[in-house]
């Protein structure tokens, strides 16, 4: 945490618009540092380094906030894009005049999730004011929330709920948004007419399917989750009526007796499983391994997708 003197003098207090490169630029002089868990090239874990001389983060849109980081949290896609996974398609994404001026994308920091205060905001921002308590999912082309302050599109970010702890909320975004806009941006589901699906979760204890699980219950479906036997006591208190053990055997002869098809099969399942349950409908999330465009093109009635998002999906 930086000692309140110093977090006076970072904080920018005035924002002018350069007509030169057409930003909304913030102003803070002299500019201090931050300390950030960042990478400085790809690898395993020994590639992450606690820096303790980044730059603080400056408004450079009209619609960004500064966010000072109480709680943040890792995915696995931190997992993956720390060993390199994505680096050419999220450059493109990724400031190019720093990438064109310094040679790479590096010092990358990791992290999605974000729960904090706001510090700052742009000219533009009309809903936040500092002082706010707010959460954040952060896309994966920006930089992370690893650090002691991060900035966010005004339209990433809302208010965080007051029942929730910085260390709770901080547990939720980028997961929840996963759940919520693989049902519903890509899967088509939604409250009007979600009642009496039959929807098959697999990985139904991981932070996205358990995210799943609840929002396809209060949508009215009916619920089968694939998980461990040691995951069947969550899985059911969310609300899962039928609980799959894949370890006790063959996970496609216990679903067999099941009344499917299925209307939705998600996240991620073998072929032979589709045409074992004829499924009517079927949403499958790759896993992040790849980024051929081949492996997530549609086929037949089936609809297969790979997310990236902030608020927003793509459909790669």
Known sequence: MLPPALLHRAVPARLLLDPGCARWLSLSCPR?????????????????????????????????????????????????????????????????????????????????????????????????????????????????????????????????????????????????LTAWSAMNQIGGLNQNNCAGKRILILGASGGVGTFAIQLMKAWGAHVTAVCSRDAKSLVTKLGADDVIDYKSGDTEEQLKPLPFPANCLWPGVSSDLKNTLHLKACLSLFQPRSWSNTRYLPQKSLSSAFLTLSTTVSDK
């Open 32 to 176: 201090q540092v931050m300390p950030a868990w960042v990478i400085n090239c790809y690898g395993q874990n020994n590639v992450l380094q606690l820096a303790s001389n980044m730059m603080l983060p400056f408004i450079r849109l009209p619609n960004e906030v500064i966010i000072r980081v109480h709680a943040a949290s890792l995915n696995p896609i931190d997992v993956n894009m720390r060993s390199g996974y994505g680096a050419t398609a999220l450059n493109i994404r990724r400031d190019p005049l720093k990438i064109k001026t310094t040679g790479d994308e590096f010092p990358l920091t990791l992290g999605r999730d974000v729960s904090g205060v706001v510090m700052e905001c742009g000219l533009s921002v009309s809903y936040f004011k500092p002082g706010d308590e707010v959460w954040a999912a952060i896309p994966p082309w920006k930089q992370g929330t690893l650090s002691e302050f991060v900035v966010a599109s005004g339209n990433e970010v809302s208010f965080k709920p007051k029942s929730l702890s910085h260390t709770e909320a901080a547990a939720l975004p980028y997961v929840g």
